[in-house]
Nanobody, 126 residues
């Protein structure tokens, strides 16, 4: 199983980036696909997630209205569209996959995800 992120880079405040996560090695139809980020000196935190089957999406409050998570079943890929970026969004962004029961709540716990990518750097300049 492999998750490979791409699309990171350097952008000015207010700009946009679209992160991609290419998934391979298995079918993720029954999985939740999550995005996490880790800023320098901080712990990794939940950003967004999407249920592959239902398309239900979840977001941390700080990105609601600015970020959109989506998936493309034909390409076995997940995306994170990030708009109105702020310097505090600067971090390494990770894609993750897990078999999570979303009936119990927002799938934001890292230990629930069994597969992780290596991350892609996003830097927002002020």
């Amino acid at each position: 199983v492999q998750l490979v992120e791409s699309g990171g880079g350097l952008v000015q405040t207010g700009g946009s980036l679209r992160l991609s996560c290419a998934a391979s090695g298995r079918t993720f139809r029954s999985y939740v696909m999550g995005w996490f980020r880790q800023a320098p000196g901080k712990e990794r935190e939940f950003v967004a997630a999407i249920s592959w089957n239902s398309g239900q999406s979840y977001y941390v409050d700080s990105v609601k209205g600015r970020f959109t998570v989506s998936r493309d079943s034909a390409k076995n890929a997940v995306y994170l569209q990030m708009n109105s970026l702020k310097p505090e969004d600067t971090a390494v962004y990770y894609c993750a996959a897990g078999r999570i029961d979303t009936r119990v709540g927002v799938p934001g716990i890292q230990s629930e995800y069994g597969y992780w990518g290596r991350g892609t750097q996003v830097t927002v300049s002020s």
